[in-house]
């Protein structure tokens, strides 16, 4: 239980352009889904936390212009990096909070790694 | 200084060894830990969730929170080549807010 799917999992594209990034929770409703960005060889980042239903809370630092994020249902967010630019590029992870269970954790999708030419 | 302290590694073991992991943190606030395994390029999975002091076993892998000085251990037993990746320590303040606090992550090399 508890599994959560990205896609894609690699994606290129031109600078300029946007891409949308989607993840879901398979088994189990996920009220709040978190975005993290990565780079290599350092820890996870927290760019926003998004509820369903309502706007995503964004860390400080992150352009909310730039990362858009909707949560439309209990098993779906998405994030799209708007007019993509090579600094853009990194490795985006969401994870998925469970809801009515004891242990009340996070449970992270596999990862989607972007770059932008 | 940082809320969470990891040393990054990487660290080395030969197979069958006792891999002890750790983490530091100042902020007493922390009431939940966990400990996430990474494999290069994937997302991390989920290994140990503790809640206040004490220790966690399952399987191979015990967790240990000391409250008192702010200390979180991860120790696998009979370490195998295939519990290579990196391993990251998280925290979370009491309920009311769900963000976590990760450590960086320690690379672990287990060496056959």
């Known amino acids: 239980g508890a599994v959560v799917s990205q896609h894609p999992s690699w994606v290129i594209c031109k600078s300029g352009t946007s891409v949308k990034i989607e993840c879901r929770s398979l088994?189990?409703?996920?009220?709040?889904m978190f975005w993290y960005r990565q780079f290599p060889k350092q820890s996870l980042m927290l760019m926003a936390t998004s509820n369903e239903g309502s706007k995503a809370t964004y860390e400080q630092g992150v352009e909310k212009d730039k990362f858009l994020i909707n949560h439309a249902s209990l098993t779906l967010s998405t994030l799209t990096v708007t007019s993509a630019h090579p600094e853009d590029s990194s490795f985006y992870i969401c994870?998925?909070?469970?809801?009515?269970?004891?242990?009340?954790?996070?449970?992270f999708g596999p990862g989607t790694r972007l770059t932008v030419l | 200084q940082k809320e969470v302290e990891q040393d990054p590694g990487p660290l080395s073991v030969p197979e069958g060894a006792i891999v002890s992991l750790n983490c530091t943190y100042s902020n007493s606030a922390f009431q939940y830990f966990m400990w996430y395994r990474q494999y290069s390029r994937k997302g991390p999975e989920l290994l140990m969730y503790t809640y206040s002091s004490g220790n966690k076993e399952d399987g191979r892998f015990t967790a240990q929170v000391d409250k008192s000085s702010k200390y979180i251990s991860l120790f696998i037993r009979d370490s195998q080549p295939s519990d290579s990746a990196t391993y990251l320590c998280?925290?979370?303040?009491?309920?009311?807010?769900?963000?976590?606090?990760f450590g960086t992550g320690t690379r672990l090399k287990v060496l056959a």
């Open positions: 994870s998925a909070r469970t809801s009515g269970r004891s242990t009340d954790t996070q449970y």
């Open positions: 998280a925290m979370k303040y009491t309920s009311g807010t769900y963000k976590y606090i």
């Open positions: 088994d189990f409703q996920a009220t709040t």
